[in-house]
């Protein structure tokens, strides 16, 4: 067998800490997402939506973790595709997450497509300047910035932000702005990671490193993915206990 052969055999080898944090991503994906099925028995029915959706983005993440992980042993390279397919589902899904749980205080569809076309914009953006012209990468990721700053704009101050503010639920107003903070530092991880791509402006600090065998820009996506992903779903589920809990004690 040569050389090549025995370094990627499809195994999981001591030292490859990428694909050590594929393979955590993918089993806690799975285990959020059994979490939150089971949990969505605890709230009241209007919250049940929620949790099924905070399940649907760790499961679909899951689904593809598992795919990556193997793209990752086998091949030693980014699992780009699969990477952005993920986001073309999930990243929509959370923007529903924002829709449900201001609806109550009357968000409208427009404000939905709004967060969507800024998502949209951000991904194509993004995988165009990562797996179509890597060349200009810098630029198309200035592009995907502006998708994101639409999003930013919307939850900090458009209309969502105005909603949130005017709702008299406490428990949704103080869930809201955490949820708009994981939008804004937790996903500043991913332009980060995309920034240590080769010619990108943050090159510069993964210069020594053999990407045969590593990829900083997974290792960033991986771990935004897991804070992203199940940290989001778990503010959902929590700002859904304390609102089934509110309504318990308005009824008693
Ligand atoms: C579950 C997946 C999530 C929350 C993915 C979020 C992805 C981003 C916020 C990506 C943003 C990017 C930029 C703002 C510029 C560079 C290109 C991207 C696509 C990495």
Partial sequence: MSNLGILLDATLRAGDYIGFTFFTGYMSMLAASIFFIVERGTVTDKWKTSLLVSALITFIAAVHYYYMRGVWLETATSPTQYRY?????????????????????????????????????????????????????????????????LIIYEIYAGEASKLAKATDSEVVKSGYNVLRWFTLVGWAIYPIGYMLLPGNLLSGFVEGIDMSKSSPVDLAYNIADAVNKIGFGLVVYSIAKGATEAEKVKHA
């Fill in 85 to 149: 397919i993920d986001w073309t589902l999930t990243v929509p899904l959370m923007c529903i997450e924002y829709y449900l749980i201001l609806k109550p205080a009357g968000a409208k569809v427009g404000m939905l497509v709004r967060l969507i076309v800024g998502s949209i914009i951000m991904l194509v953006a993004g995988y165009i300047g990562e797996a179509v012209a890597q060349e200009q990468n810098i630029l198309w990721g200035v592009i995907s910035t502006l998708g994101w700053a």
